[in-house]
T-cell receptor, first 112, second 114 residues
Framework: DAGVIQSPRHEVTEMGQEVTLRCKPI?????LFWYRQTMMRGLELLIY????????DSGMPEDRFSAKMPNASFSTLKIQPSEPRDSAVYFC??????????FGPGTRLTVT | QKEVEQNSGPLSVPEGAIASLNCTYS??????FFWYRQYSGKSPELIMF????GDKEDGRFTAQLNKASQYVSLLIRDSQPSDSATYLCAVNTVKGGGADGLTFGKGTHLIIQP
């Protein structure tokens, strides 16, 4: 079975531009999580969905960040406008209703 | 605020020896405990999870949980150079029949010396 799929794998953009990251969870999984990893702060939860509904977005750093899950097989994380401090690796993870979570390969975002 | 603390390392262990990784957590409501392995430039990979006090063994890996002391550990027996990676400890407040976001430690960098 395919694992969690993320695109793009690398994104380089200029400050002020809009960035959209994409995630396809493992088929049948009903939870989807977005995390961000930096050297300074480690791996942090941004938001998660259950059955396409956002459950906890308390980790979203500010209004420039938004996430959607229009259906069970697709989610997006959007940053508008992007800033250099948003540079990080963004991971999507999914789960089938148990605490264990399975991570995608990540998107490395660089904002210049 | 939930916190998970790990020694950042590096922890250097000779090949064939036992590597011992430790983690403490602040939230007494934590119910599920996880160890993820992350190779440089790769995503976290789940290697062990534990819910109950005591030991849980899976091959060369043993997870140990002491809820009274708020302490989780991972033992790797017969360490191999391929075990060299960063090990992330994670916790959440859900035990089963649901999920919640994980709170991660910053990881311990393990080096297995051939």
């Amino acid at each position: 079975d395919a694992g969690v799929i993320q695109s793009p794998r690398h994104e380089v953009t200029e400050m002020g531009q809009e960035v959209t990251l994409r995630c396809k969870p493992i088929s049948g999984h009903d939870y989807l999580f977005w995390y961000r990893q930096t050297m300074m702060r480690g791996l942090e939860l941004l938001i998660y969905f259950n059955n396409n509904v956002p459950i906890d977005d308390s980790g979203m750093p500010e209004d420039r960040f938004s996430a959607k899950m229009p259906n069970a097989s697709f989610s997006t994380l959007k940053i508008q406008p992007s800033e250099p401090r948003d540079s990080a690796v963004y991971f999507c993870a999914s789960s089938y209703g148990l605490p264990q979570q399975y991570f995608g390969p990540g998107t490395r975002l660089t904002v210049t | 605020q939930k916190e998970v603390e790990q020694n950042s390392g590096p922890l250097s262990v000779p090949e064939g020896a036992i590597a011992s990784l430790n983690c403490t957590y602040s939230d007494r409501g934590s119910q599920s405990f996880f160890w993820y392995r992350q190779y440089s430039g790769k995503s976290p990979e789940l290697i062990m999870f534990i819910y109950s006090n005591g030991d849980k063994e899976d091959g060369r890996f043993t997870a140990q949980l002491n809820k009274a002391s708020q302490y989780v550990s991972l033992l790797i027996r017969d360490s191999q150079p391929s075990d060299s990676a960063t090990y992330l400890c994670a916790v959440n407040t859900v035990k089963g029949g649901g999920a919640d976001g994980l709170t991660f430690g910053k990881g311990t960098h393990l080096i297995i010396q051939p």
